[in-house]
């Protein structure tokens, strides 16, 4: 790696040869201010607020830009730079109508943070008096062209982050516009509401309709944490304020998703609509009422520990951390005997013994083979990774034998039963990379097992927690007709038991450890309340087998506990020590998946 020794306002700094005079100045804590620029973006100086004084150059040059050569010597803050700065900056507050105690992201704003550094305390220019429109037909967004500076930040978001093309820029000069497909309502356009966009807007352009005006960055609080809408566990950051979630940012270190969020992820979770659970509950004389949590564990430990260990049935939801379905497999399997258990979701086919692939083994292909799986329907996030590829060249075959949402992108679409034709293709490519899912067939995986050694095989499994469920074994089948106790631990999962609950002998014992009311939980004899996304910590797996820290963001509501308390609480009361706090349960619950995996 070659070094370059260059001089930043008299200070000595060496970076690597290639990099920007901005990057060199970041990684020695020098600070040049920009606008367009973004560190998950392509740097292209058009806001040219990264103005910077080289010595030997006739004008000023951009620092996004420019790279750095040996001996080079730059002035940050010169007087030249600075009255360059002040200028553009009288320019962008004259181009729109850009009125700041009515604005949004008054306090949050970047343009407005660089208007207080460099004096800006009027209008040297009359403002722009048109009225731009706003467009609020966004069901999550809203999109204030008043504010828009245009820096191209979302438009290329939109295109080199998630690889979905909807914004671009209309019309020319002061009347450039941000624009969604062909002038369409934002609401009406191709928009996924991936909610990138928003993320990275400098100014009050695109804001978040749920918490507008609910507080500045200085009055919340933000905890880095692990998404559990799908089994891709992207890394996120909740933000809140005084105990309440205003809203989900994505993580742009996560090395999982590397800041890339789905509707799923980034907006779901704060419009569920359904009742929560926030107390114990036992039925009595036909009803299910109030008690307190030793009532209910009691109530639950005298029926479990008085059963066999062939009466007992546990159901899980791959939604449960690693420390809750440990302790499911320690108290209900090894110390109680368990064998009826079963996993509330299906599972991907296990090819080989090899370690699974990565996403980010998806960028790297040159042909990408997607097997019976939906990734924009189930993962959107490994969607946005294969659309990148595709954007760069890569070609996509689909194969599966029912709607897709990538096939209107691929190179070629194939039924399962001509994936022989995709194979081929895949051979003869640098790179393949084949991403599966429970869709392909048993005759597809022995298919696919030809390409062993050729290609990065990704598994997508569905559910969240899925791999780990099956690592600790819930995935062998449950029979519903021999459960006399049923245990189903559900969390946040929406499942009201259907066919499979209509087997339970109508005698069982059915306790349900849920954060939602369900029909599930109206059939119940005990319904313990779980903690939800937000208020729990442990850790989930990913698809990919890395496992990934949960944190706390807020109190659990009501008397709601996390799913691995619960269990532990449980296990005590049965006479089962099986570990004493969240950090000892989360060390032996890791070491059990390694281990467990390493044997499968």
Known sequence: MEIANITINGQPVSAQVGSTILQAARQAGIDIPTLCDHPALIPIGACRICLVEVTGQRTLITACTFPITEGMVVQTESPQ???????????LFSERNHFCPFCEASGNCELQNLGY????????????????????????????????????????????????????????????????????????????????CLQ????????????????????TESTKTTCNRCSIGCGMEVVTRAGNVLR????????????????????????????????????????????????????????VGAAQGQEIGVLTSSNSTNEALYLLNKLFCQELGAKNVGLLNSVAPKLFDQPRGSLADIVAGDVIMVVGTDPVKDQPVASFFVKRSVDKGARLIVVDDGENGLAPFAYMNL?????????????????PIVLYGVGASEAAVKSLKALQGK?????????????AAVTFGFNNGFKPSAAKVLYASLGEQDWSGGDMLKAVDKGAFVVVQASFASPLTEKADVVLPTAIWSERAGSLTNTEGRVQKVNKAVEPRGGAKPDWEILSLLAEKLGR????????????????????????
């Open 81 to 91: 730079v600075v009255m360059a700065r002040k200028l553009i900056l009288d320019l």
């Open 117 to 196: 550094r460099y004096g800006v305390d009027h209008w040297l220019y009359s403002t722009f008096t048109k009225a731009f429109p706003i467009d609020a037909t966004h069901k999550h967004l809203f999109m204030e062209h008043n504010r828009c500076i245009l820096c191209g930040r979302c438009e290329r978001a939109c295109g080199e982050i998630v690889a979905n093309h909807t914004l671009g820029l209309r019309n020319r000069g002061n009347a450039s516009m941000i624009h969604c497909d062909a002038s369409l309502p934002w609401g009406e356009s191709t928009c996924i509401s991936c909610g990138t």
């Open 200 to 219: 990275v807007c400098p100014t009050g352009a695109i804001s978040d309709k749920r918490s507008a005006f609910m507080g500045r960055d200085v009055q």
């Open 248 to 303: 989900i940012k994505s993580d742009w270190d996560a090395e999982v998703n590397g800041g890339r969020l789905c509707e799923y992820g980034r907006f779901d979770p704060l419009y569920d609509p359904r009742d929560r659970i926030t107390s114990p509950l036992l039925r009595r004389k036909g009803r299910l009422e109030p008690v307190s949590w030793d009532e209910a564990l009691q109530s639950v430990a005298d029926r």
């Open 415 to 431: 039924r399962i039963a001509d994936i022989g034709r995709a194979i081929e293709i895949a051979h003869r490519a640098a790179q």
């Open 455 to 467: 290609a990065r095989f990704v598994t997508l499994e569905p559910g969240v927690n899925t791999f």
């Open 577 to 600: 020590k099986l570990g004493a706090s969240l950090d000892e349960i989360a060390a032996l619950a890791v070491q059990e998946i390694k281990y467990k995996e390493n044997q499968r």
